[in-house]
């Protein structure tokens, strides 16, 4: 099902990554690759579910 409205985008992304990292069927964790709004995703999976990520490379996103 789609997100609800009162969602941010952030915070959704956040409770997807877990759905589509296993969708994908990889083990985990996984190294992340993020430019701009990929990157600030990645971040924040990796600050709040660091069992998901094993190395992040995040670049080309602003610091807001």
Same mark, same amino acid.
């Given at each position: %099902?789609?997100? %609800? +409205?009162?969602?941010? !985008?952030?915070?959704? %992304?956040? =409770?997807? +990554?877990?759905? &589509? &990292? +296993? /969708?994908?069927? *990889? @083990?985990?964790? &996984? @190294?992340? &690759?993020?430019?701009?709004? #990929?990157? =600030?995703?990645?971040? +924040? *999976? /990796? $600050?709040? =579910?660091? @069992? !998901?990520?094993? =190395? !992040?490379? /995040?670049? #080309?996103? %602003? $610091? $807001?």
């Amino acid at each position: %099902s789609l997100p %609800s +409205a009162h969602l941010t !985008l952030n915070q959704s %992304s956040l =409770r997807y +990554a877990p759905r &589509v &990292v +296993a /969708a994908l069927g *990889v @083990d985990v964790p &996984v @190294d992340f &690759v993020g430019f701009s709004f #990929g990157g =600030r995703i990645g971040m +924040a *999976v /990796a $600050a709040t =579910r660091p @069992d !998901l990520i094993n =190395r !992040l490379v /995040a670049t #080309g996103q %602003s $610091a $807001a």
